[in-house]
């Protein structure tokens, strides 16, 4: 398999990159490529030319800032996993990373290129979601900075204008974070991946947020489930009670060949309990 | 529109001029003549085109050539040196790690990153590594023994 023709730019900074897509009819911006090309081979995508943003120097840097971890467009899934900062920060973030496709993929994949893309299956959504997560773009317009819970509109589909390029990705840095998937065993994407954050205030649970992919067609907050567990203790029947409440936040759960919708949202409220179980354990 | 690509395979310098469309694993097989790798599911899941871009282990089929511009590609025929067999491949040899052999080039290359990231590697952390390789034959068995087995040679 090989994709349609297109013509191929290799932009050198965001600039030249935002002017490509604006002047260029039905261009797609490819980074690691590693969502777009699979879909070009298989022509579900055939955009007439392609605005490589893979090698604009200084968009893959990831460093703390503050309270804060501020991670490159262009950071690719292996080196958020990697990096120092990332792991003492925000060990979800690095967890979550880790968790995305395998070896070769996490080589090559960005974590702006997943975000761009809104896979329903992709990884990161769900823990942009839970830790609120701000994007920053840059457009004709200049730049501007996108909450997770604004950018992600629908399947396949997020806030980001066609001439806009994802700059970096601002997270909190949490220590009560925890990850956790059900893996499709050949794609590697999550049939289901819930990231959990929890803040404990004394002995009873001050704040809680849960991000939930691969059940409907963008990822979501499943923000009745995370409301039920504040005001108490992080205690195994609260845990269970409160991921009882996931389904309050599926309009419409998808199904496939591997997965029905019902056995994605039966998913989701198994994984909840055991993200939150380990997030309440980090939380301390 | 046809686009220059220089890049170095093996150790040895190349030029084409190729259509964007061209994936790295295509040039590979038909421009260099290296059709050590093998493709096999093309569709990014099973491995078996997986070469070493910059020492990274990548799926190439999922990389176009022109991404490839200027980088250090290491095929399954460019790890053997003038003494012999690289580690990873004796240890294939030693073990029996494979059956039908089509995943075989993909599965060592994968090996080389894995022991190159964890010279220990025990079995669990080679299977997690292997994620992205999938053995049509099921051989898995051998296959984590010869990739452990080399990594306790080389430490």
């Not at chain 1, 800032?65 to 467009?73: I, K, P």
């Not at chain 2, 190439?60 to 003494?83: K, M």
Request: hydrophobic share 45%; net charge negative.
């Amino acid at each position: 398999m090989f994709p349609s023709q297109f013509d191929y730019h290799r932009a050198a900074s965001v600039a030249e990159a935002v002017e490509l897509l604006s002047s260029l009819p039905d261009a797609k911006l490819v980074a690691g490529g590693h969502s777009l090309i699979p879909a070009m081979k298989l022509r579900a995508a055939q955009p007439a030319a392609l605005v490589d943003i893979g090698r604009i120097p200084g968009l893959a840097d990831v460093s703390a800032d503050g309270d804060s971890l501020v991670v490159g467009a262009l950071a690719t899934h292996a080196a958020v996993a990697d990096s120092a900062a990332v792991r003492s920060g925000c060990p979800m973030l690095a967890e979550t990373a880790a968790a995305i496709g395998d070896i070769q993929v996490r080589n090559r994949g960005t974590i702006g290129g997943s975000l761009a893309h809104a896979d329903p299956g992709a990884d990161y959504p769900a823990a942009m979601l839970a830790l609120g997560a701000e994007i920053t773009a840059v457009g004709a317009g200049g730049e501007r900075t996108i909450a997770a819970s604004d950018f992600f509109v629908d399947i396949l589909t997020t806030a980001l204008a066609d001439n806009e390029v994802i700059t970096s990705v601002r997270v909190p840095c949490v220590a009560g974070g925890a990850y956790l998937k059900h893996r499709h065993p050949a794609s590697s994407y999550a049939v289901v991946g819930v990231a959990a954050c929890v803040g404990m205030d004394g002995g009873n649970v001050g704040s809680c947020a849960i991000g939930i992919n691969g059940v409907t067609g963008k990822a979501v907050l499943a923000g009745a489930a995370a409301a039920a567990l504040c005001g108490g203790p992080a205690s195994a029947d609260r845990i269970a009670a409160a991921a009882g409440r996931v389904g309050d936040a599926f309009d419409e759960p998808l199904g496939d060949l591997y997965a029905s919708g019902e056995f994605r949202a039966h998913l989701a409220g198994v994984y909840t309990r055991r993200a939150l179980a380990v997030a309440a354990e980090r939380a301390g | 529109m046809r686009h220059r690509v220089c890049l170095t395979v093996n150790g040895k310098a190349e030029e084409f001029d190729v259509e964007p469309r061209l994936l790295l694993c295509h040039l590979l097989r038909a421009y260099v003549g290296l059709t050590g790798t093998n493709i096999g599911c093309d569709t990014s899941q099973c491995g078996s085109c997986t070469v070493l871009m910059d020492g990274k282990a990548v799926k190439s089929c999922t990389v176009l050539a022109v991404q490839a511009d200027g980088c250090e590609v290491t095929t399954i025929e460019g790890l053997a040196g003038a003494d012999g067999l690289h580690p990873v491949q004796q240890s294939f040899w030693d073990n029996h790690g494979l059956q039908c052999g089509f995943c075989t080039p993909g599965m060592i290359m994968t090996a080389v990153e894995i022991l190159d990231r964890n010279p220990g590697a025990t079995d669990a952390e080679v299977r997690h590594g292997l994620e992205g390789n999938i053995c049509r034959c099921t051989g898995y068995e051998n296959i984590v023994k010869s990739i452990v087995a080399a990594g306790a040679r080389g430490s």
